[in-house]
């Protein structure tokens, strides 16, 4: 038996499944590499966006209520989800909600980082647009943890 370290953490018998574990620890640093172009993508719509906030809307008087209500309701939806996954876990929310927790998830997952922008960017005592991209762009990297942990097939879904 030989152990490969970090190609396998267990023992494997040279042959076939040698090359198979390689293969799956090559495909695993490949998933990781396309993984940077997403979060390079969400960091600059979120200055994009941010941006945007500041200059465009901002001066908009009319629209800061309703923007900032409903990003609120946003972020409380968002918080309600993840004490009910706390408590119940991935397994036990699914079987809660049913088939309608997954659309529900991923309106939260796509809705919550610009609803973050407007209640950072929007409110009476903002932060400057560059710092809110920068959070912006830090807290989409948990929302892709969170879709990782409660997507269907997900090893976070086994039930031990």
Same mark, same amino acid.
């Given at each position: 038996?030989?152990?490969?370290?970090?190609?396998?953490?267990?023992?494997?018998?040279?042959?076939?499944?040698?090359?198979?574990?390689? #293969? %799956?620890?090559?495909?695993?640093?490949?998933?990781? *590499? !396309? +993984?940077?172009? @997403?979060?390079?993508?969400?960091?600059? /719509? =979120?200055?994009?966006?941010?941006?945007?906030?500041?200059?465009?809307?901002?001066?908009?008087?009319?629209?800061?209520?309703?923007?900032?209500?409903?990003?609120?309701?946003? #972020? %409380?939806?968002?918080?309600?989800?993840?004490?009910? *996954? !706390? +408590?119940?876990? @991935?397994?036990?929310?699914?079987?809660? /909600? =049913?088939?309608?927790?997954?659309?529900?998830?991923?309106?939260?997952?796509?809705?919550?980082?610009?609803?973050?922008?407007?209640?950072?960017?929007?409110?009476?005592?903002?932060?400057?647009?560059?710092?809110?991209?920068?959070?912006?762009? !830090?807290?989409?990297?948990?929302?892709?943890?969170?879709?990782?942990?409660?997507?269907?097939?997900?090893?976070?879904?086994?039930?031990?």
């Amino acid at each position: 038996m030989v152990n490969l370290g970090i190609l396998c953490p267990v023992p494997v018998v040279l042959g076939p499944s040698v090359a198979h574990c390689a #293969l %799956l620890a090559g495909m695993e640093n490949f998933a990781i *590499l !396309l +993984a940077i172009c @997403p979060g390079l993508i969400a960091f600059a /719509a =979120g200055m994009i966006y941010c941006d945007f906030l500041a200059v465009v809307v901002s001066p908009i008087d009319r629209l800061y209520p309703f923007l900032y209500v409903a990003s609120l309701l946003v #972020l %409380l939806w968002l918080l309600g989800e993840v004490v009910l *996954l !706390l +408590a119940l876990g @991935p397994a036990g929310f699914w079987a809660l /909600a =049913g088939p309608r927790f997954f659309p529900a998830h991923l309106a939260v997952f796509f809705l919550s980082p610009p609803a973050l922008a407007n209640v950072l960017v929007l409110r009476p005592v903002y932060c400057k647009w560059y710092v809110a991209g920068v959070i912006c762009a !830090l807290f989409a990297v948990f929302l892709v943890l969170l879709n990782f942990c409660v997507a269907p097939r997900s090893s976070c879904m086994a039930p031990w």
